[in-house]
C-alpha cells in the first residue's frame, strides 16, 4: 500500500532505505489498474520509469493534467481534435518536473480544453469522484485530484484559470495549489485564458505542494509572462507559528449559503487557538467576478483556440464539443466591432476595480479565507445544460485568479454520510505563497481533516 | 444596452470563429448566449467612470530576448509536420482560400 504514502514520506523512507521505488511503482500501478476503469482518472499511461534516487523527486510517479504537452506522450487536453496530438516538445513545467527527477506515470482527464468544472465536457467521459462514486470530481483539473485522493500516483499537477486546481481538489479533499500568475510558467500548457493561467500541485498534504511547488516554479525564458524572480524554498513556510497574523474571513454573508456557512465556521476557530486575529471582512459582491470572469475568459479563448484546425493537427473544428463552441463563439463576439467595448474593456474595468478591493483588504489583513466552492462536490450530470455552470462553483475563487494571485485549497470538513469534503480557499498578496502555505499547514496539522494525516 | 442575441448574429459569429453549427444549434446557442450575457450585462450595473482597464497583472513590460537563433529550440520541418492532416514535400497542405465562392 505504498501508494497511499504521501510524497515527503515517500521521499524520506527512499532516503532511509525503508522501502524501494520498484514497489512504489508497483503499488501505484496496481493501484491504477484497479481502479481506473472504474473512475476514468488517466488517459494516458506510461509504465516505465528510471530510479533517479540522487534526485529530489527519486523517479516517483506523478501524475499530469493532459493539457501539458509531453514529448513522447500524447496530449489531449481531452478534446477530440488532440485526439491523435504528440507534442514535439516538452512544457516547461513537466520539463521541470523531469529535471528533478519526477516521472510522468500518466496524463489524467480534465474538462476538454478546461473548459468547465465538472469533468463532464471531457470528450472521453467523466471522471467520479473516488470519495463518492456518485459526484463528480470538480474541475477541469479532476482528473489529477480524482488520482491523488485514489492513490493513483504519489502527487499530481493540474493547471487553473479560475479554480480549476482549488475547486477539483476541494471536492476530491485533496490539496490544491494556485500560485501567483507567472509563477509558473505557461510554456507548453495547451491555453485557454492566457492571462490567468497557472499551473500548480495538486497533492495530498501542503507540505507536498510546498516540495512540488520548488521544483516547478521559477523563471522561463520560454514565457514573457514569466516571473523574473526566482522563488525561495517553500517548504521554509512549513511548521512556522501563525500568531498574531491577520486573517480576513470574506463572502461569510452570501446569500444561499447560509447552511455550508454554518459547517465551516467552526472550522475558523483553529486559527483563533493558533494565536492568529480572525475577522469577517467585506469584499465586493463576487457576482460581479462572474461576469468579468467570463468575458475575460472567453475572450481569451476565443483567441487562443483560433490556431487548432486540420492544418496543424489532425482533427478539424468541426470536432469542438458543445462547451468549447460556446465559449470560442460568445468570445468572439464579445472581442468584435462594436460589442469589445460594451463587454471587453468594460470586463478589463471592473476587474480592475475587484483587484483593488482585494489590495485594499491585504492593507488590512495578511491572507483572506473563504470556502473554496459553494457546496460539496455535486451529482453525476449536474454541469450539463447549465450555460454558466463552471463560473458559479467557481466564483469564490475567480477574484485572486483575475488578479493573479496565489491560493490554496485544503481539506477543512467530512460529511460523514457521504464521505465528501469541504475546500477552505486561502489566499494571499501578489508573490506571498509563503504566506498561504504557512497558514494552510498550521490548519491542517491542528486539525483531522486531512486523511493522509488522519486515517493511514 | 441590452443586446438580443437571435439566430441570424449566431450564423455570423460561427462563420467569424470558424465554426460549423447546425440549423438546430443557431437556436440553442441564442438562447444560450443571452442567458449568459444576461449575467455579464449586470456589470453595467458597477460605476466604471474613469477606471482604468486591466489586460494583465504582471507589471512586466517589453520583454524582449536577443533576436538569436535558438537551435534547442526549433523544429525540423518534419517534426512541424509531424501532427498535420495532410503535408505534400515538405509542407502543410490548406484548403484555397483566396478566389473561392
Redesign the interface.
Known sequence: MLNKLTLKQTIDQLDNKKITLEDIWADVLNAIKNQNDKLNVYLALNKNFKPQLNKPLKGLPIAVKDNFCTKGLITTASSLLLKDFMPQFESTVTQKLKDAGGEIVGKTNMDAWAHGSSTETSQYGRTLNPRNLEHLPGGSSGGSAAAVAADMCIASLGSETAGSVRQPAAWCGVVGLKPTYGRTSRYGVVAMASSTDSPGPITKTVEDAAILLNHISGPDPLNATSTKKESPDFTQSLDKSIKNLKIGIIYHNLPGLEKIWELFEPQLEVFKKLGAQVELANAMDPKHAIGVYTVVQRSEVSSNLARFDDVRYQYGRDTFGNEAKKRIMLGTHTLSKGYADQYYNLAQQVRTLLIKDYEKLFKKYDVLISLTSPGFAKKIGASEGEAMFGELEDKLVEVSSLSGMPGISIPCYRDEKTNLYLGMNIMAPMWREDLVIQMADAFEKNTHWNSWRNND | ?K?K?DKT??KH??Q??????SVQ?EKT?AD??S???R??????Q?N?EG????????G?KN?T?EDEINEK?M?TQQ??L?????AHNGF???ERVIDVE
Open positions: 444596452m443586446q442575441i448574429l449566431v459569429i460561427a467569424l470563429a470558424q465554426i460549423p453549427i444549434e446557442l444560450n448566449f442567458e449568459t450575457l449575467v455579464v450585462d449586470e456589470l453595467q458597477v466604471t477606471v482604468e482597464l486591466t489586460h494583465q497583472v504582471t512586466l520583454i530576448r529550440n523544429f517534426q512541424a509531424a501532427n498535420a492532416s495532410r502543410f497542405v490548406v
